[in-house]
């Protein structure tokens, strides 16, 4: 009955209908997506682009999203492809949510916010804790003596962390650190005796904060004469192996929140130096030019 072109035009006629009663049926909720634009979760393929698995931040992340009843999922990676990933969406100017913290260098180099969490899923300020092992203060009294020491600022940190992104070798950046803040450093081996090449173990995960204190700490044990070794794990195994006492410390508890179950697990078998560094956070982190503030606009948009 019809010829073609009679049959597409009808065809094209009824797919524009179908796009304008769908565009009209979703318009009762202001803060709904407009029709025929994509909304922020689509944008996002409603993913938080996370770090390692065994983060506490991605623990906190994952809970937000109950604790908000949200739809996102949390993508685990690595701490450097979020870094990556936060480089290539800003560089685009695209939307993109990871699960962040200070203090850290990507606050220096990029514009960016925590969303708000009103619900308190991300916990309060914490502090980065050291950690011994038992019985570390009766073995090495004078390594004690310096971790218990070990304090600085979160801008201190920042310093060493910048440079390392900017592309220099964490060991060599710390040296270089240690070296020029002896105003600093005299004061955490003020009165501690030198050694003679015992040797010392220090567990990290490789967080860029982790990577910059640990290396900090080794660099000032290494003047005084230890024979210093870092090794990186993940998380969990990093607290297992304080408590066993398979590292000798670690700079990289964060509490009270962050790590709180694995503190929890082996409070009663490590010894709490207390905090090197206070005023530090966890949360999720995009990028200044998004239109959101809070992680309760995520279930609007
Ligand atoms: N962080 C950095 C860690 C603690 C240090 C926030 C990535 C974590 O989430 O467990």
Same mark, same amino acid.
């Given at each position: 009955?019809?010829n073609?072109?009679?049959?597409?035009?009808i065809?094209?006629?009824?797919?524009? *209908?179908?796009?304008?009663?769908?565009?009209?049926?979703?318009t009762?909720d202001?803060?709904?997506?407009?029709?025929?634009e994509?909304?922020?979760? /689509?944008?996002?393929?409603?993913? #938080?682009?996370?770090?390692?698995?065994?983060?506490?931040?991605?623990?906190?992340? /994952? =809970?937000?999203m109950?604790?908000?009843?949200?739809e996102?999922k949390?993508?685990?990676?690595?701490?450097a492809?979020?870094t =990556?990933?936060l480089?290539d969406?800003?560089?685009n100017?695209e939307?993109? #949510?990871?699960?962040?913290?200070?203090p850290?260098?990507?606050?220096s180099k990029?514009?960016?916010?925590?969303?708000?969490?009103?619900?308190g899923?991300?916990g309060?300020?914490?502090?980065?804790?050291?950690?011994?092992?038992?019985?570390? &203060?009766a073995?090495?009294?004078?390594a004690? =003596?310096?971790?218990?020491?070990?304090?600085?600022?979160g801008?201190?940190?920042e310093?060493? *962390?910048?440079?390392i992104?900017?592309?220099?070798?964490? &060991? /060599?950046?710390?040296? /270089?650190w240690?070296?020029?803040?002896?105003?600093?450093?005299?004061?955490?081996i003020?009165?501690?005796?030198s050694v003679?090449?015992?040797e #010392?173990?220090?567990?990290?995960?490789?967080w860029?904060?982790? #990577?910059?204190s640990?290396?900090?700490?080794?660099?000032?044990l290494?003047d005084l004469?230890y024979?210093?070794?870092?090794? =990186?794990v993940?998380?969990g195994?990093m607290?297992?192996?304080?408590?066993?006492?398979?590292?000798?410390?670690?700079?990289?508890?964060w509490l009270?929140?962050t790590?709180a179950?694995?503190?929890?697990?082996f409070e009663?078998?490590?010894i709490?130096?207390?905090?090197?560094l &206070?005023g530090?956070?966890?949360?999720?982190i995009?990028?200044?030019?998004m239109d959101i503030?809070?992680?309760?606009?995520l279930?609007?948009?």
């Amino acid at each position: 009955m019809f010829n073609k072109k009679y049959k597409k035009l009808i065809t094209a006629s009824l797919a524009l *209908m179908v796009v304008f009663v769908a565009g009209c049926s979703s318009t009762d909720d202001k803060e709904e997506t407009p029709a025929g634009e994509t909304s922020l979760g /689509e944008q996002l393929d409603y993913t #938080i682009t996370g770090i390692d698995a065994g983060a506490g931040v991605v623990a906190a992340a /994952e =809970q937000a999203m109950e604790d908000y009843d949200l739809e996102y999922k949390v993508q685990t990676s690595s701490g450097a492809a979020m870094t =990556q990933a936060l480089s290539d969406a800003i560089a685009n100017e695209e939307p993109i #949510i990871v699960t962040g913290w200070n203090p850290h260098w990507k606050f220096s180099k990029y514009d960016l916010k925590y969303l708000e969490d009103p619900k308190g899923s991300f916990g309060e300020a914490e502090n980065i804790n050291t950690i011994a092992r038992m019985g570390l &203060e009766a073995d090495m009294p004078e390594a004690y =003596q310096v971790l218990d020491n070990f304090a600085w600022s979160g801008e201190d940190m920042e310093n060493v *962390m910048v440079q390392i992104n900017e592309g220099g070798e964490p &060991e /060599e950046v710390a040296r /270089e650190w240690v070296d020029n803040n002896t105003d600093k450093t005299s004061v955490w081996i003020d009165g501690v005796s030198s050694v003679d090449g015992d040797e #010392i173990n220090l567990a990290y995960v490789a967080w860029d904060t982790e #990577i910059a204190s640990t290396n900090v700490v080794g660099a000032v044990l290494s003047d005084l004469g230890y024979d210093v070794t870092l090794t =990186q794990v993940e998380n969990g195994p990093m607290w297992e192996a304080v408590a066993s006492g398979n590292t000798d410390a670690i700079v990289a508890a964060w509490l009270p929140a962050t790590h709180a179950d694995h503190y929890a697990n082996f409070e009663d078998e490590v010894i709490n130096l207390g905090p090197n560094l &206070e005023g530090a956070a966890i949360g999720l982190i995009v990028p200044a030019y998004m239109d959101i503030d809070s992680i309760e606009d995520l279930a609007k948009k």
